[in-house]
């Protein structure tokens, strides 16, 4: 039995709104457009993110130059904080 698993990824918000674009002129949701583009990287020997045969597409939804952001690891008390004192 396959199971969906929902996430929480961060983006920049005018990468969302473009992709939200693209699926939606794809009629694909958000949430599969993001499974496929996982699919492909996952699915391939690739030595950089240029290597990727979606590169051409990022490329074409962002701006600029591409920034890898990393969140510092945060403990679990911090982000069970975090949650909670964002339903409030």
């Known amino acids: 039995m396959k199971m969906d698993v929902k ?3 961060s983006f920049d918000e005018s990468v969302i709104n473009k992709a939200k674009k693209y699926a939606d ?8 457009l ?14 950089s993110l ?15 130059k591409v920034e890898y952001k990393t969140a510092a690891a945060k403990s679990r008390k911090a982000m069970k904080k975090e949650y909670f004192d964002s339903k409030k």
């Open 7 to 9: 996430i929480t990824l």
């Open 50 to 64: 240029e290597d990727l045969p979606v590169s051409d597409w990022i490329s074409m939804v962002a701006e600029g």
């Open 34 to 47: 993001t499974e496929f583009l996982y699919r492909k990287i996952t699915s391939g020997h690739y030595q």
């Open 25 to 32: 002129a794809n009629d694909i949701s958000l949430s599969r």
